[in-house]
């Protein structure tokens, strides 16, 4: 059964946007590294940096040294950050050690980091010159995960967009599909797009480096994640051209991406039912479960990762929920403006953070359910007010169809428990 979706009232694509610039409480692009590096297997991300950052990836990855992870961090020591050495030939010797040791690495990436001397260096003269003392077998790129210049999902955009000049030239029709995403829900969007005859279908990041991956004018992109700006625009100099659609959750988001692709490459409608109808159902009962604590509740997101506006969407017209704000760190209207366009008018958009004054309009509107950074929640919590850590929903497989009910169910967890608490003090 097709439960109409609620109407949007003009959406909210040219709603007044509230502009912040103050503090704010995001984990910094490094943190792109713990889902990058398992998906790039052949790539190995270098950090320059402090203490601090070895620490925040070792703790975040949840990994040991000894399991040979593809990170690490060339830490500067207090001869470095005195001047007493030359940097340039101390990551020198690091990278050497390093490629000596793990000969499985094909790509390098340099990521630089916040503290004042890292900033000094010249990483990106750095990499050039050491991709022509390594080359052919290890390609060395360099892009910033620095706090000072990223929120946590920054990270990736900054990596990929790294990876855009290098890639091939090519005159061939190709679909690019760009954005990290786990193996199996990659494998289940190549799948639907094949079924329905679409291809070639080259994907940025690769697992492995890949020669066939390139780009040129009679390239069409089609982005699987919000936060890729940078990577949006990179490819957009290449000549390739962006396939704007909703981003893949839920039912409604995966079958507005895919039909925009179909559209694209002259799929009839036919086979575009044929390939989508069974996922389609399953992704519509999965939600339609996992929902019935969503219902009729609001919802207020603190900006994060840029999946906030996609996820509005989603939770509002799948799931039956009131937006109360929709917070984004930023704003990209070429990337999410097919989203806001299908987000019901009502909410307060934002843009940016002052987290002082976002916690008192969230404090004053009491929502159901507030999505928001690990920093946050706890104090919110004590306050009574239920909350969903806005970094769980990067780390958890959610797009498309198959994943649709469990991202569902994220939301609808933190409402089930309370219930749960409050019957159990009431007896």
């Given at each position: 059964?097709?439960?109409?979706?609620?109407?949007?009232?003009?959406?909210?694509?040219?709603?007044?946007?509230?502009?912040?610039?103050?503090?704010?409480?995001?984990?910094?692009?490094?943190?792109?590294?713990?889902?990058?590096?398992?998906?790039?297997?052949?790539?190995?991300?270098?950090?320059?940096?402090?203490?601090?950052?070895?620490?925040?990836?070792?703790?975040?990855?949840?990994?040991?040294?000894?399991?040979?992870?593809?990170?690490?961090?060339?830490?500067?020591?207090?001869?470095?950050?005195?001047?007493?050495?030359?940097?340039?030939?101390?990551?020198?010797?690091?990278?050497?050690?390093?490629?000596?040791?793990?000969?499985?690495?094909?790509?390098?990436?340099?990521?630089?980091?916040?503290?004042?001397?890292?900033?000094?260096?010249?990483?990106?003269?750095?990499?050039?010159?050491?991709?022509?003392?390594?080359?052919?077998?290890?390609?060395?790129?360099?892009?910033?995960?620095?706090?000072?210049?990223?929120?946590?999902?920054?990270?990736?955009?900054?990596?990929?967009?790294?990876?855009?000049?290098?890639?091939?030239d090519t005159t061939a029709?190709?679909?690019?599909?760009?954005?990290?995403?786990?193996?199996?829900?990659?494998?289940?969007?190549?799948?639907?797009?094949?079924?329905?005859?679409?291809?070639?279908?080259?994907?940025?990041?690769?697992?492995?480096?890949?020669?066939?991956?390139?780009?040129?004018?009679?390239?069409?992109?089609?982005?699987?994640?919000?936060?890729?700006?940078?990577?949006?625009?990179?490819?957009?100099?290449?000549?390739?051209?962006?396939?704007?659609?909703?981003?893949?959750?839920?039912?409604?988001?995966?079958?507005?991406?895919?039909?925009?692709?179909?559209?694209?490459?002259?799929?009839?409608?036919?086979?575009?039912?044929?390939?989508?109808?069974?996922?389609?159902?399953?992704?519509?009962?999965?939600?339609?479960?996992?929902?019935?604590?969503?219902?009729?509740?609001?919802?207020?997101?603190?900006?994060?990762?840029?999946?906030?506006?996609?996820?509005?969407?989603?939770?509002?017209?799948?799931?039956?929920?009131?937006?109360?704000?929709?917070?984004?760190p930023y704003i990209h209207?070429?990337l999410h403006g097919p989203?806001?366009?299908?987000?019901?008018?009502?909410?307060?958009?934002?843009?940016?953070?002052?987290?002082?004054?976002?916690?008192?309009?969230?404090?004053?509107?009491?929502?159901?359910?507030?999505?928001?950074?690990?920093?946050?929640?706890?104090?919110?919590?004590?306050?009574?007010?239920?909350?969903?850590?806005?970094?769980?929903?990067?780390?958890?497989?959610?797009?498309?169809?198959?994943?649709?009910?469990?991202?569902?169910?994220?939301?609808?967890?933190?409402?089930?428990?309370?219930?749960?608490?409050?019957?159990?003090?009431?007896?």
């Amino acid at each position: 059964m097709n439960v109409p979706l609620p109407p949007t009232n003009g959406g909210c694509r040219t709603a007044p946007i509230l502009k912040e610039r103050g503090q704010r409480e995001v984990f910094c692009g490094l943190t792109g590294i713990i889902w990058l590096h398992r998906k790039m297997q052949d790539a190995f991300f270098l950090v320059v940096g402090s203490r601090t950052c070895a620490h925040l990836l070792q703790s975040a990855a949840g990994v040991m040294i000894f399991a040979e992870p593809r990170f690490g961090t060339a830490i500067l020591e207090e001869q470095d950050l005195a001047g007493m050495a030359d940097a340039h030939v101390e990551l020198d010797r690091e990278v050497e050690k390093l490629l000596a040791r793990r000969p499985d690495i094909r790509q390098l990436f340099l990521v630089g980091s916040c503290p004042s001397e890292v900033i000094k260096i010249d990483l990106a003269r750095a990499a050039e010159r050491l991709s022509q003392v390594h080359a052919p077998h290890v390609r060395v790129l360099n892009y910033s995960g620095s706090g000072i210049e990223t929120t946590f999902t920054e990270g990736e955009d900054a990596c990929l967009a790294s990876m855009v000049p290098v890639l091939k030239d090519t005159t061939a029709r190709e679909l690019l599909v760009v954005g990290a995403l786990p193996d199996v829900v990659e494998d289940q969007m190549v799948s639907l797009l094949t079924d329905m005859g679409i291809g070639p279908i080259r994907l940025l990041p690769a697992r492995r480096i890949d020669d066939t991956t390139a780009v040129g004018e009679n390239t069409v992109f089609a982005l699987t994640q919000p936060f890729l700006g940078e990577t949006h625009a990179a490819l957009e100099r290449r000549g390739a051209r962006h396939l704007a659609a909703p981003f893949p959750f839920g039912d409604e988001g995966t079958t507005a991406w895919l039909r925009t692709i179909a559209t694209e490459f002259g799929v009839s409608e036919e086979t575009f039912e044929a390939v989508t109808a069974a996922p389609r159902a399953r992704a519509r009962k999965a939600i339609a479960q996992a929902a019935e604590a969503l219902r009729g509740k609001s919802v207020f997101f603190f900006p994060d990762s840029q999946l906030e506006i996609p996820l509005a969407r989603f939770l509002t017209r799948e799931c039956g929920m009131t937006a109360i704000e929709v917070g984004s760190p930023y704003i990209h209207d070429a990337l999410h403006g097919p989203d806001l366009d299908l987000l019901p008018a009502g909410p307060q958009i934002s843009e940016g953070q002052d987290v002082d004054k976002q916690l008192a309009r969230a404090r004053a509107a009491r929502p159901d359910l507030t999505v928001c950074g690990l920093g946050l929640a706890n104090p919110l919590e004590a306050e009574g007010l239920s909350t969903k850590w806005a970094i769980e929903l990067v780390f958890t497989p959610v797009h498309f169809y198959e994943q649709a009910g469990d991202l569902a169910g994220l939301f609808s967890r933190p409402l089930r428990r309370k219930a749960v608490l409050q019957m159990e003090a009431a007896e």
